[in-house]
C-alpha cells in the first residue's frame, strides 16, 4: 500500500461546533476540530474554512487500522456518523502451481493477477532471479501487460534449460509474487 491515503468524508452543516473523529474499537478520539489527538502522526483532519466538510485522512494505511470511525459533532443531541474501513494488502498471483515443470522446447507462459488494489499498477516489471527480463539477451520473449485488468502474460518460446529459474512478477502497486521453472530435457 505504497504512498496510498485513505479518506472518511463528513458533510455536517455546523456553525460554530466543534467535529471530532473517534476510533471505535477502542473509543480513542483522534481529532477535535483541526487539532490531532493521537501520537500517531498519520491521523489528521483536513478540513477548508467555510466547508461543511470534515475529512479523516489515514496517511499509509496498515491492516490494523480496519474498524469503523465515528464522526460525531457538538450538537445538544450528538449527530454522529459511522464509516467501515476495510485495509486490504494488494498482492500478485502468478496463476498455477508455485512450481512448473516444462519439456525442453516448449513455451513459457506465465500470467501475472494484481489483487485487491484500489487502482491499477502503473507497472509491472518481470524478473528472472534479480535481474529485469532482458528482451535483447535472447529472441522470443513476450509481455503483454493490460493495467485496466490488472494482468501480466509473460511468454517465453521454445524455452531451454538455461530459461529455468525463479521468476517474479513485481506490480508498482502490491507485493510481488514469484514461481520456479524447470525447463527438463526431453528423454
Known amino acids: 500500500m505504497l504512498g496510498f491515503a485513505v479518506f472518511a468524508s463528513a458533510l455536517i452543516a455546523v456553525a460554530a461546533l466543534k467535529v471530532s473523529w473517534i476510533r471505535k474499537r477502542d473509543l480513542h478520539i483522534l481529532t477535535v476540530g483541526i487539532l490531532t489527538y493521537t501520537t500517531d502522526q498519520r491521523f489528521q483532519t483536513v478540513h477548508r474554512d467555510g466547508s461543511d466538510e470534515w475529512t479523516l485522512k489515514i496517511s499509509s494505511p496498515q491492516l490494523r487500522d480496519s474498524g469503523t470511525y465515528e464522526c460525531q459533532v457538538s450538537t445538544e443531541s450528538k449527530i454522529s456518523q459511522a464509516f467501515n474501513l476495510s485495509v486490504v494488502v494488494s498482492k500478485a498471483k502468478i496463476n498455477g502451481n508455485s512450481e512448473l515443470y516444462i519439456k525442453s522446447g516448449s513455451d513459457i507462459n506465465l500470467t ?3 489483487l ?8 509491472i516489471y518481470w524478473y ?7 528482451y535483447s539477451q535472447r529472441g ?6 493490460e493495467k485496466q485488468t490488472r494482468t501480466s502474460r509473460l ?3 521454445k524455452a531451454l534449460p538455461a530459461d529455468s529459474g525463479n521468476y517474479t512478477c513485481a506490480p508498482s502497486t502490491a507485493e510481488s509474487a514469484s514461481v520456479l521453472v524447470h525447463v527438463l530435457n526431453g528423454g
Do not use: A, R
Open 112 to 114: 501475472c493477477i494484481v
Open 116 to 123: 485487491q488494489t484500489p487502482e491499477p499498477p502503473s507497472f
Open 128 to 134: 528472472k532471479g534479480d535481474h529485469v527480463i532482458n
Open 140 to 145: 522470443g520473449i513476450n509481455v503483454v501487460t
Open 155 to 157: 511468454l517465453i518460446s
